[in-house]
């Protein structure tokens, strides 16, 4: 079994900066890709960013010069460096991870979320 947990979210006021984390643990052989989604109220789960093993990213053009996506490979863990947050930034954030298990199997993991609100 494999678990993510976020960690980060809160209230914050626009122009403000916010760091997610995200830990995975459990039975990892390997994680390919890692990223953080968002689903605010009344709309559907939408990509944040995503990150290959290799540091390679990839992210919305609605985030594109205010969120940075890295990883730590050693620590498992995925952060969300978010910048000049805006009210529209308000949703929950999902970690995401694609897992080879120790049995070698490639599995899709969630996390339970994390609330991010930017008001003033």
């Known amino acids: 079994q494999v678990q993510l947990v976020e960690s980060g979210g809160g209230l914050v006021q626009p122009g403000g900066s916010l760091r997610l984390s995200c830990a995975a643990s459990?039975?990892?052989?390997?994680?390919?890709?890692m990223g953080w989604y968002r689903q605010a109220p009344g709309k559907q789960r939408e990509l944040v960013a995503v990150?290959?093993?290799?540091?390679?990213?990839n992210s919305a053009d609605s985030v594109k010069g205010r969120f940075t996506i890295s990883r730590d490979n050693p620590k498992k863990t995925l952060y969300l460096q978010m910048n000049s947050l805006k009210p529209e930034d308000t949703a929950v954030y999902y970690c995401?991870?694609?897992?080879?298990?120790?049995?070698?199997?490639?599995?899709?993991?969630w996390g339970k979320g994390t609330l991010v609100s930017v008001s003033s």
């Open positions: 995401y991870a694609d897992v080879s298990t120790m049995s070698r199997k490639r599995m899709e993991y």
């Open positions: 990150i290959n093993s290799g540091g390679d990213t």
């Open positions: 459990g039975s990892i052989f390997s994680i390919y890709v």
